[in-house]
């Protein structure tokens, strides 16, 4: 199944879903989600009776497919209730129930080229065949000369009708031809870095050590898929945009430094000393110092950001955009951001790393409770984008964010570790990971979570957040405090999950006013007073009942009302 048919599935299921008669039958609705995902998924395995019982229908796993027949009845009540849809709302396709399986069809629906004026308007080809045999008679009754002219004039008519439909043709080659992207720009113009890693030839220092080093820089560095990295002695330096070079310090034989470089006028963007005297130690300062360059928010992206601050082009600037987005959450930047991921996709539609944060952006969006987001697009997205490059750590990790918010968690781990694997420097997937870890109750989640933390001081809001509240779960209230202190300070935005833990380690560390005056700051942003029940207030950005009844019960512990 090719991706425009994978979307009007999509599509046809939700205007299926939205109907009251569907809406009024749970069981039915779940059981054409579950067919729609089979069909999705690509799976050329033919569904079997019991897998639909078990699956779908809520039976256990006794289910005896030779003696109860409940799927096919239950599939004979969609087919009928699919038949039924269509004969009163109509459409360009539909869905049906291939003969004798369980599998769902998309399909045309067929017109007669006599009734293909009232494909609209109309609930049957019998409606409209009754009015022409109605107006039959009066037709006949005319005289002759009438009738001539009456041929006549529908001839011309529909002379008129044809070239007025062939100008418009021509109109739409022309502009088609002026607006369409020329056929060159097929990739997109991510930074290109070239590496100098000199080999010391004072004598005190092997070359193996430039060569582990640049092995690491380069894993690392191509780990973040946003980059495009050169050996600087191949003669890619003068067309890279940037230089991360080594030098080795004479002041002590241990001691290294990384530059960053502008690639045009050579000035230094950033530097950092690393001691190479621990090796264990000297592997995680460099990783960091990877990290601080490559990251979402590393200084390559700041530097390209400084030079186009609000550049909502196709391709690179876009994806700066989207990651400005995640960080700042600003409302007025959501429009130009959707119109040119819309844009950056018909461009570049074989880049794997842009369809991955695509994927990314249109999982947030169903996530959100975006009413007009199609369900089931986001994973869609993420597969080509696997598809594309099965080891963009950004791909993997799209699928695996896909399958959490589906409910499916061993399918959202399998991903989010292969992901990891790929790109264990990347704070966003590693902290996303553990979030999603965590609200699946799969051990190892705040492993995730705090990992990101340790690697980017930049690392999401969010993350520090999970990371705060499982401290506060396990009763570390100043550990909670400081980390939510220490990234509240860091922040231009507010976000409510970490003025939520310091609000609560607060509390619990018996700083009630102080408690008290963040949690009033809290509530009357949402509208509503200090005095308001705590669920209601935390209802205002919380989805998840059962996620608000475990914050109740740190909530209760901490003695924030309380004399």
């Known amino acids: 199944m090719d991706d425009a048919a994978a979307l009007q599935l999509c599509l046809e299921r939700d205007r299926l879903l939205s109907d009251p008669e569907f809406a009024r039958s749970p069981s039915m609705c779940k059981l054409l989600r579950f067919l729609v995902d089979y069909k999705l998924s690509g799976n050329s395995v033919p569904l079997k009776s019991y897998t639909i019982a078990t699956d779908a229908l809520g039976r256990d796993a006794n289910f005896d497919s030779q003696t109860d027949s409940y799927p096919r009845v239950q599939m004979g009540r969609l087919r009928r209730m699919l038949d039924n849809f269509y004969l009163r709302k109509g459409g360009e396709n539909r869905l049906l129930i291939a003969p004798n399986k369980y599998e769902i069809i998309l399909q045309p629906i067929a017109v007669s080229s006599e009734d293909g004026e009232n494909l609209i308007g ?39 009708s044809i070239l007025g439909v062939c100008i418009l043709l021509v109109l739409i080659g022309i502009l088609a031809y002026l607006l369409w992207p020329a056929q060159e720009v097929d990739e997109i113009a991510y930074p290109r870095v070239a590496l100098d890693m000199p080999e010391r030839v004072s004598g005190t220092r092997p070359s193996e050590l430039s060569e582990s080093i640049e ?26 945009g940037y230089v991360i070079r080594l030098r080795y310090l004479e002041a002590s034989a241990d001691d290294i430094e990384l530059r960053l470089l502008d690639g045009a006028n050579g000035e230094i963007l950033w530097s950092k000393e690393l001691n190479t005297a621990n090796e264990e130690a000297f592997g995680l300062a460099l990783d960091k110092a990877i990290v601080a360059l490559a990251g979402q928010y590393g200084e390559i992206a700041q530097a390209e950001i400084s030079k186009a601050e609000n550049n909502y082009s196709a391709g690179y600037a876009c994806l700066l955009q989207f990651d400005l987005y995640v960080r700042y959450r600003e409302a007025g930047k959501l429009e130009p951001l959707r119109s040119c991921l819309r844009k950056s996709m018909r461009l570049f539609p074989n880049d794997a790393h842009l369809m991955s944060v695509v994927a990314l952006a249109r999982n947030m969006s169903e996530n959100s409770g975006d009413r007009s987001a ?26 695996s964010q896909s399958a959490f918010f589906a409910g499916d968690c061993e399918t959202g781990l399998a991903w989010g570790k292969k992901a990891v694997e790929l790109n264990p420097l990347n704070s966003r997937i590693s902290g996303y990971l553990g979030l999603y870890m965590i609200a699946c109750d799969i051990p190892d989640g705040e492993k995730y979570a705090a990992q990101a933390l340790e690697l980017d001081p930049n690392a999401d809001l969010a993350i520090a957040a999970a990371v705060a509240f499982q401290m506060l779960k396990r009763g570390e209230a100043q550990a909670a405090r400081e980390l939510s202190s220490e990234y509240m300070a860091s922040s231009l935005r507010d976000e409510p999950a970490l003025e939520l833990t310091y609000i609560l380690s607060s509390a619990m560390l018996n700083d009630r006013q102080e408690a008290r005056r963040a949690w009033k700051s809290l509530a009357l942003r949402y509208g509503l007073s200090e005095k308001s029940p705590p669920r209601e207030v935390l209802g205002q950005w919380i989805d998840s009942p059962s996620l608000i009844d475990d914050i109740m019960t740190v909530f209760d512990r901490s003695g924030l009302f309380g004399n």
Do not use: Y
């Not at 089931?376 to 099965?390: F, N, S, W």
């Open 215 to 240: 092995n690491q820089l380069v894993r690392g560095l191509n780990g973040f898929g946003g980059i495009r990295i050169f050996d600087a002695k191949a003669g890619k330096e003068q067309k890279s």
């Open 122 to 160: 109309r609930s049957t080809v019998s409606d409209a065949s009754e009015e022409m045999v109605s107006k039959a008679p009066e037709l006949e009754s005319r005289p002759l000369h009438e009738k001539h002219s009456a041929d006549h004039n529908r001839s011309h008519r529909r002379f008129v």
């Open 374 to 399: 199609v369900k089931g697009l986001g994973m869609m997205l993420a597969r080509q984008a696997e598809a594309l490059d099965h080891n963009s750590a950004a791909a993997n990790f799209a699928v």
